[in-house]
């Protein structure tokens, strides 16, 4: 766990000090992420990705997210509002949060599956926070984890998260409970919902379009 804890540091020490990013609609592509919008270029730990879609028009998904249908429960469809006052987002969005939050340190993409998902491919710029380690009361990390994110302790124990980064979660897909049991439980932690995001497609709607993965 000391070892996980100090990849976090610096992995958010990191995205403090900026992701810049970059777009060239002269370089557009057969397809695009948008009509105006050929890819994104990104630069985190001192390397560059580019996120893009895959260019074959061929091209059809034969991993585990071309799967239709899951047991459910426990793999059961999410309404696509995760819970009050939280911003529910799709590809377009997180690419802004990479942009408008991320760049300037003010935000965190947080992969919150646990680290076997992750390590099989993930979102550029994203973190792993697997969803396990916000449940409030269920492990002695959180409140090192909420102390990373930039929250601090006021007199008598309680939160004070005014400066705060903004979180992004995501995980599998619509049918995957990772995210929304994190979310649930920075909430219960008492994470102001205001800066707070939802990517609800997850991995499988990001792998649908085609859009790059990189394998942390």
């Given at each position: 766990m000391k070892k996980w804890s100090k990849t976090i540091w610096q992995i958010l020490g990191i995205a403090a000090i900026g992701i810049g990013i970059s777009t060239s609609a002269s370089l557009a592509g057969k397809v695009n992420i948008t009509k105006e919008l050929?890819?994104?270029d990104i630069r985190v730990k001192g390397k560059d990705y580019r996120i893009e879609r895959i260019q074959n028009t061929s091209h059809k998904l034969t991993n585990s997210f071309s799967k239709t249908s899951r047991p459910c429960p426990p793999f059961c469809i999410h309404p696509m509002s995760v819970a009050a006052g939280v911003?529910?987002?799709?590809e377009i969005e997180l690419l802004?949060?990479?942009k408008d939050k991320v760049e300037n340190g003010k935000g965190v993409l947080?992969?919150?599956?646990?680290?076997?998902?992750?390590k099989k491919g993930t979102i550029p710029g994203s973190v792993n926070i697997p969803f396990t380690l916000l449940s409030k009361g269920q492990n002695a990390y959180l409140d090192r984890i909420l102390t990373i994110l930039g929250a601090t302790k006021n007199?008598?124990?309680?939160?004070?998260?005014?400066?705060?980064?903004?979180?992004l979660l995501y995980c599998n897909g619509p049918w995957c409970d990772q995210s929304p049991r994190a979310i649930r439980g920075l909430l219960a932690a008492g994470f102001p919902a205001t800066k707070l995001y939802y990517y609800r497609g997850g991995m499988q709607n990001w792998q649908a379009f085609g859009l790059t993965t990189i394998k942390p």
């Open positions: 050929p890819f994104v911003q529910t987002v799709g802004n949060f990479l947080v992969d919150a599956r646990i680290p076997a998902f992750y007199n008598g124990n309680s939160w004070n998260f005014s400066r705060a980064r903004h979180l």
